[in-house]
């Protein structure tokens, strides 16, 4: 079982910035995947911005060139620095890992952008 604790939402004006960190209770080695997944407000839950534990990076289209997610194996956290965010980024933001087949969420946290 894998546990997540997510930090570093909040409230910004467009065009500013925020860093999410998303600690793992296991090695980051030993997890397969972790994510980070927004829910905006009326929609569905859609994928932002994944890593492997072979360090493979993936990311959404409306994110790429303005979000970046890292990780630092020693302290078993993922990051993912939020820059020039917008109004549409405005969602509430999970953090997913995918461990043993199953998938582990964190509690979310809010992220609102304001025009």
């Known amino acids: 079982q894998v546990q997540l604790v997510e930090s570093g939402g909040g409230f910004v004006q467009a065009g500013g910035s925020l860093r999410l960190s998303c600690a793992a209770s296991l090695s980051l080695s030993d997890i397969k995947y972790i994510g980070w997944y927004r829910q905006p407000p009326e929609k569905q839950r859609e994928h932002v911005a994944d890593i492997t534990a072979t360090g493979r990076i993936t990311y959404a289209e409306p994110v790429k060139g303005r979000f970046t997610i890292s990780r630092d194996i020693a302290k078993n956290t993922v990051y993912m620095q939020m820059d020039n965010l917008q109004p549409e980024d405005t969602a509430v933001y999970y953090c997913?890992?995918?461990?043993?087949?199953?998938?582990?969420w964190g509690q979310g946290m809010q992220v609102t952008v304001s025009a």
């Open positions: 997913m890992a995918v461990n043993t087949g199953e998938r582990y």
